[in-house]
């Protein structure tokens, strides 16, 4: 499963007592961005003379490419002074299965997601095209801040009363991430994670890499490319974000982004009752998921309900129509909302934040190619996947939260709407609603409170380059919404490609049609298509 943008992994809340630094991060991230700047022109120069030495070690546990190679280097921990302290940046180089055509550098978005996963594990969700594993050296570059490379250390503090857990909690966490690791938390940005991708690639010997960006990816890839035109090939950007928008806007934009693809979920689950049985109406297979979670957590959600059609209508209304069907629909939001607050109030100690099945959902709902499995858990034909952990796991999972709670706060641009900070009080703290709180964290201010902006990051720029990017975006994107995606395109200068249908990522993830176009494009440089259909 890739992670994209997160921020989607769902908050597990049982206690509403003391909380500690680890749960604070997971209730607020959970979850799951012109020209070349003075700075990188001048380490462009200062880079020139000398590669990097390679270290070349085993690989770590999630890489299991038979061929698969791993190594780390050397840099600076702020690219802007190279005389500096120094941390080590580690890499998953996959050669090419036939003749190569060069290096492909990839990111699977985040901030935070895994490096080496993405190109370096077979099980991690990606089918890259049998064109693209025979023909690139496929190169993944851990960022800055997780395992496989210097890793963020913020050890639990001491001392911290529970009202700054709830209302600076970006201080907070920083402040534990500067003790744990002093001096490091500030160089934890998109342009010093792009200056990382200089380092390996000098160190490998590429003359040119072509880029892989998928969510986050593309903010990254576009940054290196706008910073090194000259050293950049061919670009593909997945999905890509609106980085005027980084980061709390980006997150806002979430909060429809997310129930909108939930609604369509329900619409596809509704034309295939015959498979699933779950109800003939996208309100109806909405009624039954929410019995599954009232089942697990003895409450339901409250995240809204899809519109009602006049199958849905009661009996004794049926005369109503289409008017009748309207009602509901203006009703539903509210009635879910007081029946949650009504099961909390009678069955003492529920939430619905608890419930595997909400969890799973706000997982699964951005990969259609995951449609089936879901539904499938709903009507009970396929078991809840095991929610247990391993200590490392969370230890792992913790440091890219961590980090990505640090970068998105170090490079916040927009501004705090404290309006919003109602609503997210009542998402999180009272009704547990995984699917609005993580945005409204962001929005609200909450998330970063006490942890302002470290710096601001370049203007992205594509006159530079080559050849044109390739943009891919889906209509039903929850996570890169579509009617945010021609910022990217503006700056870039993307030869832009429309996927209809649902979906956050795209390449490598089940659609053919955009694998080829994909495939194409890495070959020549130059694409055709614009419009291609999507998975449901």
């Not at 599954?292 to 009602?308: F, H, M, Q, R």
């Not at 009635?335 to 949650?340: A, D, G, H, K, T």
């Not at 579509?482 to 996927?499: A, C, D, K, P, W």
Request: with cysteine; aromatic share 8%; hydrophobic share 35%.
């Amino acid at each position: 499963m890739h992670i994209s943008f997160w921020i989607s992994l769902a908050p597990k809340r049982k206690d509403h007592g003391s909380m500690s630094l680890k749960k604070t991060v997971l209730a607020t991230l959970t979850a799951v961005v012109t020209g070349v700047s003075a700075l990188g022109v001048a380490t462009t120069v200062a880079h020139a003379q000398s590669a990097p030495q390679i270290t070349w070690e085993d690989c770590p546990v999630q890489v299991d490419e038979p061929n698969a190679q791993c190594g780390r280097v050397e840099v600076p921990m702020y690219h802007s002074d190279p005389g500096g302290e120094k941390i080590s940046v580690g890499f998953v180089k996959v050669p090419a299965e036939g003749q190569s055509r060069g290096a492909l550098f990839g990111n699977p978005g985040g901030p935070g997601g895994d490096g080496y996963s993405y190109f370096g594990a077979a099980n991690a969700g990606f089918d890259w095209p049998q064109e693209i594993r025979n023909e690139w050296d496929r190169v993944a570059v851990q960022p800055r801040g997780l395992a496989g490379s210097t890793p963020v250390n913020c050890p639990e503090p001491t001392n911290i009363d529970p009202v700054s857990l709830y209302t600076r909690s970006g201080a907070v966490i920083r402040d534990a991430c500067e003790a744990g690791t002093p001096g490091y938390t500030a160089s934890i940005t998109t342009e010093n994670t792009a200056e990382d991708w200089e380092w390996v690639r000098r160190a490998l010997g590429e003359e040119k890499i072509s880029i892989m960006g998928l969510s986050y990816g593309t903010f990254l890839g576009s940054m290196y490319a706008t910073k090194y035109p000259e050293h950049t090939d061919k670009v593909v950007l997945d999905s890509g974000m609106n980085p005027d928008h980084a980061w709390s806007g980006v997150l806002d934009s979430q909060k429809q982004g997310y129930i909108s693809a939930l609604h369509d979920f329900f619409g596809w689950v509704a034309d295939n009752n015959e498979t699933y049985g779950l109800g003939d109406t996208p309100l109806a297979a909405y009624q039954a998921w929410s019995n599954t979670i009232v089942a697990e957590t003895g409450t339901n959600p409250t995240v809204a309900p899809p519109p009602a059609q006049v199958g849905d209508v009661p009996p004794a209304l049926l005369s109503s129509g289409q008017a009748g069907a309207d009602v509901l629909t203006a009703t539903a939001p509210a009635q879910v909302q007081l029946q949650n607050l009504f099961n909390m109030a009678t069955r003492p100690g529920s939430n619905q934040a608890t419930s595997p099945t909400l969890s799973l959902t706000r997982q699964l709902i951005p990969s259609p190619a995951d449609w089936p499995y879901l539904a499938s858990v709903i009507n009970g034909s396929e078991p809840i996947p095991s929610m247990e952990y391993t200590e490392e796991m969370m230890e792992l999972a913790t440091t890219s939260l961590m980090m990505q709670s640090l970068q998105l706060c170090n490079e916040n641009q927009v501004a705090a709407d404290p309006l919003d900070i109602p609503e997210y009080v009542w998402s999180n703290y009272v009704v547990g609603d995984i699917f609005t709180a993580p945005p409204l964290a962001f929005s609200s201010g909450a998330a970063c409170s006490g942890a302002g902006p470290v710096t601001t990051p370049p203007t992205l720029n594509g006159a530079g380059l080559e050849h044109r990017p390739l943009q891919i975006q889906s209509t039903g994107d929850p996570q890169t919404p579509f009617q945010h995606s021609g910022r990217m395109h503006e700056l870039m200068g993307t030869h832009f490609v429309t996927v209809h249908g649902p979906g956050h990522g795209h390449v490598g993830l089940g659609n053919e049609a955009v694998d080829q176009a994909v495939v194409e494009y890495l070959r020549s440089g130059s694409a055709e298509v614009t419009d291609l259909p999507g998975l449901r």
